[in-house]
């Protein structure tokens, strides 16, 4: 099991090179304790999905020093800097479209245009923020359906040796998620309920939809934009070991197909963390007019593989109809 460290100066410095080299940090912040990792390595985000055993990619909030950070990540209207000067830092995330020059990893936002935004309150958060100086992609340090961690114990209990560190901040002094908003639309929406409350959001925007809708881990969604998901422009086939000439195709593990006019390959090593660090990319990249569709090859349904396949299906079935 992870060993637990209280927060001090060489730890944090620890921390810091732990994320620098693609490793999993479970910090406190105010609400719960998040799983970190670096936001722009595809790979260190793809771990935080493993870690966690998520069925499916949920997009990530993304955790920021301020709000200097968080405008070089989304696009910021006059609601969003009114909202974060009065909220920031604290237990409030808005959603933004996510900037080209984000350099964000695309497995952070699950396939979507936007991005989940927050400057945390918790001392330790932002000491880790700061030294880090980039963003740091978490969602709960626990595994997927179990309830989030207050203490650096449950972290523990919960992930075994999946964090590479753990630190420790005492109990979290809000212990319930954070609120969060989205402002990627002409309407502001409460996406999840949380410690800022509707009435207050209300009282700088005038109106604030509530779009959250209970789910069965007990943490309300976003009906909206969480079930529409990255579809591919051109047809999607999966499973697929016999791709025709005029499909781009998605390998997996060793291949020697050159009958369709691209290969690009999720993990040549058959490495399923790699894949899925890979998948949004990939998809994105072979999603253009000049082939017929996208086939993709059988990706072994384990671990992570698991909501590769969910992903995958859901951009077939997109098409199917
Ligand atoms: P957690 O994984 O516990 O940190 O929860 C993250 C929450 O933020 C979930 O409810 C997500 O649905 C929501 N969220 C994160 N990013 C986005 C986004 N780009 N658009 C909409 N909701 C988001
Ligand atoms: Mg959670």
Redesign the pocket.
């Known amino acids: 099991m992870t060993t637990i460290l209280s927060a001090n100066n060489e730890t944090l410095a620890d921390s810091v090179d732990c994320l620098h080299d693609g490793g999993l940090v479970a910090f406190p912040t105010e609400t ?1 304790y ?1 799983l970190g990792a670096d936001a722009r390595d595809d790979k260190a985000v793809a771990r935080i999905f493993a870690a966690k055993d998520r069925p499916s990619f ?5 955790h920021v020093a301020n709000q200097a950070a968080a405008e070089g990540l989304g696009a910021f209207d006059a609601r969003a800097r009114n909202v974060v000067e009065r909220f920031w830092p604290g237990p409030l ?1 808005i ?1 933004l479209p ?1 900037l080209p020059t984000s350099g964000l990893s695309l497995l ?3 396939g ?1 245009e ?3 935004l927050r400057a945390p309150a918790h001392p330790i958060a932002r000491d880790l923020l700061y030294r880090f100086d980039g963003p740091i992609a ?3 340090a626990n595994r997927a359906g179990e309830v ?1 961690p207050t203490q650096a114990v449950h972290v523990a209990n919960s992930l075994g040796d999946r964090a590479d560190l753990i630190l420790d901040g005492g109990d979290c002094r809000v212990g319930l ?2 609120t ?1 908003l ?1 402002l ?1 639309g002409n309407r502001p929406e409460i ?2 309920h949380g410690a800022v409350t509707r009435a207050q959001l209300v009282e700088l925007l005038d109106t604030v939809e509530d779009a959250s809708i209970p789910t069965n881990e007990g ?4 009906p909206g ?2 079930s529409r998901h990255y579809a591919t422009a051109i047809p999607i086939r999966i499973n697929v070991t016999d791709p025709s000439s005029d499909e781009a195709f998605v390998a997996f593990g060793e291949t020697n197909n050159e009958s369709s006019a691209t290969v690009l390959n999720l993990s040549p090593s058959g490495d399923l963390i790699e894949a899925a660090s890979r998948l949004f990319t990939i998809l994105r990249t072979l999603d253009r007019a000049e082939f017929a569709g996208i086939a993709v090859a059988p990706v072994p349904n384990s671990g992570i593989g698991c909501a590769i396949n969910d992903r995958l299906r859901r951009a077939a079935a997109a098409h199917a109809d």
């Open positions: 719960v998040g949920n997009p990530l909030i993304v995330s959603v996510r952070v936002s699950a979507l936007t991005v989940a978490a969602p709960s989030s998620e954070s969060v989205d990627s996406l999840r943490a309300p969604r976003s934009q969480i």
